[in-house]
């Protein structure tokens, strides 16, 4: 899917050098316009989750300049927990930019992607959404950033929002040559709430560690979700039954009053539905030159 880097004649290698040191000027600026810029205090996002102090390094397969490998390989991960997904929240969204104050200015840049918000009903009409290791890509205009989840995610759901903690591993890989631009590790408090009909808005406190795993800097950035296809439940892809996995994890909750007493025939996914997983497979594929990060 990622091509690498030709190597056909001396011009074109002189060309690739200027494109990468023109990637590492920009990135070196944003990066101190983010240091410079004010963070405004978060603490209903703080309020019962704290960021980490340090994390564990990153290993030398994420090193700048490095080929970015994500090899078509078998996918272990399986789902084991859910999450509740609030009704306004259920369906399929996009976010297209996202919005960071830079030295007191709004600052807009490009993060287009689609994800899927619930897969699965109970018999109470409650909706649910797996929590598992699946690796988001988003489209950063010129480059690619993989989102690598850690594992660890909290959530809380009421009427009116939806708070979450994750931690990921970041790369930013260049579309063209297919080499790491940057990679960090990241943090996230995030508090989702509707706005309209078929429309969110997202705050969230964000904590940047660099590859070391030293914390550089915290920051506020805000995210408008769009609502493009609504809810309909996902029963089986890649060979999960999402109907049974729902079912065992409430009967090994406690709360088998949930379990829908029969459980429907699998349904066709919708070609959107299809799309956003199908991605996410590749994307999740085990990757051979990457390390699990613990």
């Known amino acids: 899917m990622i091509m690498g880097v030709s190597h056909q004649h001396s011009g074109h290698q002189r060309q690739m050098k200027a494109y990468n040191r023109s990637w590492k000027a920009v990135l070196v600026t944003l990066s101190i316009l983010i240091v410079a810029s004010p963070v405004m205090p978060a603490e209903p996002l703080q309020a019962t989750v704290e960021f980490s102090r340090d994390l564990p390094p990153l290993g030398d397969e994420y090193k700048e300049g ?35 104050k830079v030295m007191g200015i709004p600052v807009s840049y490009q993060t287009r992607a689609n994800f899927i918000s619930g897969y699965q009903s109970d018999a109470k009409g409650h909706i649910w959404h797996p929590i598992n290791s699946k690796v988001t890509r988003v489209d950063a205009n010129l480059y690619y950033e993989y989102q690598i989840p850690q594992g660890d995610q909290v959530f809380t759901v009421d009427k009116s929002s939806s708070t979450r903690f994750t931690r990921s591993t970041r790369v930013r890989v260049a579309k063209k040559s297919g080499r790491i631009l940057l990679s960090f590790q990241q943090e996230d408090i995030a508090v989702t709430q509707p706005v309209d009909e078929g429309n969110c808005e997202v705050n969230a406190r964000c ?34 039954n999402f109907g049974k996995g729902l079912a065992d994890y409430l009967i090994a909750e406690g709360k088998p009053d949930l379990v829908p007493q029969t459980l429907p025939e699998p349904g066709k996914l919708t070609d959107l539905q299809l799309e956003i997983l199908t991605q996410e497979e590749k994307n999740s594929a085990l990757m051979e030159t990457i390390k699990s990060v613990h």
């Open 207 to 240: 904590c940047v560690f660099d590859k070391k795993g030293k914390k550089i800097i915290e920051q506020d950035i805000v995210v408008y979700q769009q609502k493009i296809e609504e809810f309909k439940p996902i029963d089986e892809f890649a060979g999960e």
């Open 66 to 100: 490095e080929q970015f490998k994500i090899d078509a390989a078998k996918n272990d991960s399986k789902v084991q927990k859910w999450r509740r997904v609030p009704k306004w929240m259920a369906g399929i969204w996009h976010t297209e930019r996202t919005i960071r």
